[in-house]
């Protein structure tokens, strides 16, 4: 049994991850900022403490007693006025340093897969200078870099839904998501593992356009697919920086992402055929 700070909770991997933690016999301290969001999952944790980790005197103490921690703490969607590099690079950083003091043993962080190769890309970027500190900080580590997960794929499912998929180029990449399940398993497997650094996907690699026929089927339309031209990608995401830096930062990525082959090694069980079935049963 060991125990673990799992920061990032109240999100869909960081969920997972704590329930796995729990099955797997560990203890469990959730660090939320805005704990009301754990109470569907109070039962199944050991502790929550308050904390937001871009503020360092707020989370001085979350890590005493702990042995190892897992962060999926990101800004994925637009909040506020933080950004990439303040949330995921520096956040990180303020927990690690803290985890340090503690005497913490290992710092299992979930980062993005291909991300050593897309520094270009500020969400990218942010994610992977906190690897280096991670590195760097001669403390035992994990770095995990999934493919899409499954949350994401719900953007596809809600177009459909609308009776139309908006696809960014082609559609002809290549990705294998993965249900947030399946990944925290092989982010458990990380506690005990010997290996430093994990790509990972699910088990079924389809094209973007795959995904898209699959999420129109399952939600009962025709086939409605609008590929829009990278080169028109391109110009929106200048425009939309101009404007609103983060939502540009999140389109570029997007559009890498969507325009680039996103196949990792293979892993889990739960299919998107499944989860799409599910979503349309719970609406
Ligand atoms: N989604 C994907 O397809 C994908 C693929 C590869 C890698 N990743 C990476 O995996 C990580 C987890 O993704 P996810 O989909 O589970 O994200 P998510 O559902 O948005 O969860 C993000 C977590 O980070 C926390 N967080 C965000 N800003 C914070 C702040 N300023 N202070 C404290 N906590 C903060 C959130 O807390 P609140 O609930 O309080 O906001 C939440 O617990 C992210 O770093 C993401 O970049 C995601």
Redo the contacts with the bound molecule.
């Keep these: 049994m060991r125990k673990v700070l799992v ?8 969920g997972f991850a704590a329930k796995e933690f729990k099955r797997r016999g560990h203890f469990v301290r959730a660090l ?3 704990p009301r ?1 754990l109470d569907y999952l109070k039962d199944q944790l050991d502790e929550i403490v308050e904390g ?3 503020l360092p005197e707020s989370i001085k103490n979350v890590c005493d007693g702990i042995d190892v921690v897992f962060s ?6 637009q ?1 506020g006025n ?1 950004s990439f590099r ?3 690079y520096q ?1 990180n950083l303020n927990l690690l340093e803290v985890a340090r003091k503690a005497g913490v043993r290992k710092f299992i962080y ?4 291909n991300g050593p190769n897309l520094p270009h890309l500020a ?1 990218v970027r942010a ?1 992977e200078d906190f690897v280096d500190e991670l590195k760097a900080s001669g403390m035992n580590y994990a770095v995990i ?5 499954f ?2 794929m719900g953007q596809f499912f809600d177009m459909a839904g609308k009776g139309r998929v908006y696809l960014f180029g082609p559609g002809n990449n290549r990705i294998n ?1 993965i249900h ?1 399940a399946d990944l925290a398993v092989c982010c458990v497997d990380a506690l005990e593992g010997e290996k430093q650094e994990i790509d990972v996907g699910g088990p079924e690699v389809m094209t973007y356009r795959e995904i898209a026929r699959l999420a129109l089927e399952v939600q009962g339309k025709r086939v409605r697919i609008t590929s829009v031209p990278v080169w028109l990608m391109r110009l929106i995401i200048a425009a939309t920086r101009i404007f609103n830096k983060h939502q540009g930062e999140l389109l570029a990525f997007l559009t890498t992402a969507m325009t680039s082959e996103g196949v990792a090694q293979v892993t889990g069980i739960r299919t998107l055929k499944e989860h799409y079935s599910t979503l349309k049963e719970n609406r």
């Design positions: 920061a990032g909770a109240t999100g869909y991997l960081g939320a900022r805005a969001k937001e980790i871009t999926s703490v990101g800004l994925t969607k909040k933080l303040d949330v995921d956040g979930i980062s993005v897969f969400i994610h870099r999934p493919t899409g997960f949350s994401d998501p947030g």
